[in-house]
């Protein structure tokens, strides 16, 4: 199961080599990582997300939760809450295309940031499966380079907003 | 500027302030403004002879004081020679503080002299780590350092401290006390969780209590033995637990896993409830982890809430410390008795004692329960590794906590000896004894320097088989008599490939002469090689002052046993030789 873990972390030197180091010595992959601060610059949230069955990812949380700078641990994916990542994705795109791409990106929100003769660079906003879905009908066009941030997520205030 | 230390001053002011007994370590470059201070400071210091058994005689002060051990020394080498010493100590849960000097913060990533990144080298291998950027934040680490390590699950903390740190000046005082809003860990266990504990005893018709280290550190031998006699309940430990639970009781199952008692590891087997304390289901102890304690509820006491469920699954999990818990536990549980469970194990200890084969020659086994009988099982025990660790584990019968000093998580060889070292000076009341074997006393013999110096009278008893015999065993068992390179009389003499027998045409001839060894450093060495000389060589070894080397010569075929084969489960030992 995919599991989205928020961390809040003391703004420390070297805490994300502590969290990096946490799962490398202890086995546990590691999808993505996303880290910044957060209203307070005392502390820092990691966004990661990580697969593993039950057992797995309880260790997980109790490993992080024992780490000595570790705030809080919530496995947000064990609630209702919503998740954004960003991706900015450069397409083959020759002007006779253009119209094409941008019905894709109507579709799916994308905004276009950047343009060229041979290419259009669209940044786009989602959940990750979102995102996924649409490099995946970006790629009959020929996608260039694509870079991304990996999920952060929140809790929903309301369990009712489902 | 008025009232204000350099961070030099500060880290002695927060050695007093923490009234820490003893400090070991070792001078250098990048510490040497702390070394200044220490020059006129009112703090008792030791000099090693080599870090590593600084740390390791931090770590055995703080085994057998159960106060935190301290371990000064430099930057680079000197940092990365106590890695052994905190890795050691990380396993076995063990509050040491070390304190390491680094270059100084203008120098740090420039690949400077003597320069390590001990923090990020002992990230993995420390409760936690610092690197003090400014000398403001000193106080409040160093508070934070002895806080961590002894809190919770006890553990190492390292301390680094550049040079400039070190030098430049801070008024900031060195707090009283202090709050790490990340970091609180649970003392009380829930009730809730700790009705339903009675409850399952209340149900028990096998109970067995299975004790780590965990129990040693919260200091809950009292609660072990009454809840142990309340309700009737057999008591095996691990090797961190020895001495928690009177090993002459007619409870104790003594040691259970891999070396254990064949009666404990049936019991574990045949349990329908399994009280785990303060341990941590290594492997060692459960063998084949699908097939251990198949018939048994597990209940799970323990302040670390990652041992819970990381090995076997556990039906009711108690966060907390294991003093306060067992406590809680003893006001509510029923008493119980258990007559049919407890004559079967009378019956399997009966069946299946430890025994040895006397065979003309010594044997280590008898060394131990001589030594045993001789101190009235009062003296402090510390162990290498190999062999002599488990014969000792299993043929010395602990009475007390604190008194069996021994890298267990680790397997460190050349802990015990400064261990000892450390152990003695925590305890200068006790008679401290070291039981070696040639190979792991050879890791730290250095230290022989040390204790003359000090005069720390610690006896070393060397079981001397010319071998790194538990690998020698494991060879000889497992791997077709294939003896690659445990012989430690190999030399460039020796055929190609030796099969270890007696007739085997190698040199006799093996270095050091320990008893010469010892005489070298003006210690005492005795030696002997017959039975009958085993009980008064060790008399004179303890009735002589000073630190003492005894060797004894014993027969490299001799054996540990019982044994779990790695992987097997615990009703399948090997019981002896065939």
């Known amino acids: 199961m995919r599991h989205i873990i928020n961390v ?34 005392e502390i820092s949230r990691m966004t990661l997300v990580v697969r593993g069955d039950d057992a797995i990812i309880e260790q997980v949380n109790k490993q992080l939760n024992k780490l000595i700078d570790v705030i809080r641990v919530v496995d947000v994916t064990k609630n209702y809450y919503v998740e954004r990542e960003l991706a900015l994705v450069r397409v083959n795109c020759p002007p006779n295309k253009r119209g094409e791409v941008q019905q894709i990106n109507e579709i799916f929100g994308a905004k276009v940031v950047d343009i060229s003769p041979k290419s259009m660079t669209m940044e786009m906003v989602g959940s990750e499966a979102k995102v996924e879905a649409f490099l995946e009908t970006m790629r009959p066009f020929g996608i260039k380079e694509a870079a991304r941030t990996g999920p952060i997520a929140m809790l929903r205030e309301s369990k009712k907003i489902g | 500027m008025k009232n204000a230390m350099t961070g030099a001053e500060m880290i002695i002011h927060a050695l007093q302030q923490e009234k820490v007994g003893a400090v070991f370590g070792y001078p250098g470059g990048s510490i040497i403004d702390v070394f200044d201070k220490l020059y006129s400071a009112d703090v008792p210091f030791f000099l090693t002879r080599h870090e590593q058994a600084a740390c390791h005689a931090a770590d055995g002060y703080a085994r057998a004081s159960g106060k935190p051990g301290v371990v000064i020394t430099t930057s680079g080498p000197g940092a990365t020679n106590i890695v052994t010493g905190l890795a050691t100590a990380y396993m076995d849960s063990i509050p040491v503080i070390a304190i390491t000097g680094q270059v100084p913060t203008h120098l740090i990533g420039n690949d400077a002299f003597q320069e390590a990144d001990i923090v990020g080298i002992t990230r993995s291998i420390t409760k936690h780590n610092f690197l003090v950027q400014s000398v403001d934040e000193l106080p409040r680490i160093l508070k934070a350092a002895f806080y961590i390590a002894t809190s919770g699950r006890p553990g190492p903390v390292l301390v680094d401290v550049p040079k400039n740190v070190q030098q430049a000046r801070t008024t900031v005082p060195y707090p009283e006390s202090i709050e790490i809003r990340s970091y609180k860990p649970t003392v009380q266990g829930h009730p809730q ?66 070396h254990g008692t064949v009666y404990a590891n049936y019991a574990v087997q045949e349990c329908d409830l399994l009280i785990a304390v303060g341990a941590r289901f290594d492997d060692r102890v459960t063998g084949k982890v699908e097939k251990f304690a198949p018939k048994a509820e597990i209940v799970h006491i323990d302040i670390d809430p990652t041992t819970i469920r990381k090995n076997v699954q556990v039906k009711l999990p108690v966060v907390g410390d294991v003093k306060a818990v067992l406590a809680e536990l003893l006001r509510i549980v029923e008493p119980k008795k258990h007559r049919e469970w407890m004559e079967q194990i009378k019956e399997w200890k009966k069946n299946y004692p430890l025994y040895y084969r006397e065979n003309g020659k010594i044997q280590p086994q008898m060394v131990v329960q001589t030594v ?62 070291d039981m070696a074997g040639d190979g792991s006393i050879q890791m730290n013999i250095q230290e022989l320097a040390t204790a003359v110096l000090y005069n720390i009278p610690v006896k070393v008893i060397i079981f001397n088989n010319q071998s790194l015999g538990m690998v020698r065993q494991w060879q000889g068992m497992f791997y077709n008599r294939r003896f690659s390179n445990t012989c430690l009389r190999k030399s460039k003499f020796c055929p190609k490939v030796c099969t270890g027998l007696e007739n085997a045409p190698c040199p006799d001839f093996y270095v050091p002469d320990f008893v010469k060894l010892a005489e070298a450093y003006s210690a005492h060495g005795f030696y002997a090689e017959k039975p009958e000389d085993v009980r008064p060589t060790l008399e004179k070894a303890f009735s002589t002052p000073g630190p003492v080397f005894v060797e004894f010569k014993i027969d490299k075929e001799e054996n540990v046993y019982p044994m779990v084969p790695a992987g097997a489960p615990l009703n399948e030992m090997i019981r002896g030789m065939a």
């Open chain 1, 8 to 41: 809040e972390v003391e703004n420390n030197a070297g805490v994300l080599a502590r969290i990096a180091g946490l799962f490398s010595a202890r086995g546990f992959n590691i999808e993505s990582l996303s880290v910044a601060d957060t209203e307070s610059k």
């Open chain 2, 193 to 258: 969780q700790i009705k339903k504990v009675a409850e399952e005893i209340k149900r028990a018709s096998r109970p067995v209590l299975y004790v780590g280290g965990g129990a040693v550190s919260s200091g809950a031998a009292e609660e072990i033995r009454e809840l142990a006699e309340k309700c009737d309940i057999p008591v095996t430990t691990t090797l961190m637990g020895l001495g928690i639970f009177p090993e002459t009781d007619e409870r104790s199952l003594k040691m259970l896993g891999m």
């Open chain 2, 372 to 433: 045993a009988e001789m101190v009235k099982h009062e003296a402090i025990i510390a162990t290498e590794v190999g062999q002599h660790q488990m014969w000792t584990a299993q043929f010395y019968d602990f009475v007390e906590p604190r008194t069996f000093l021994s890298s267990g998580g680790l397997g460190t060889m050349g802990y015990g000896f400064p261990a000892a070292i450390g152990a003695q000076i925590a305890r200068p009341d006790k008679l401290v004894i």
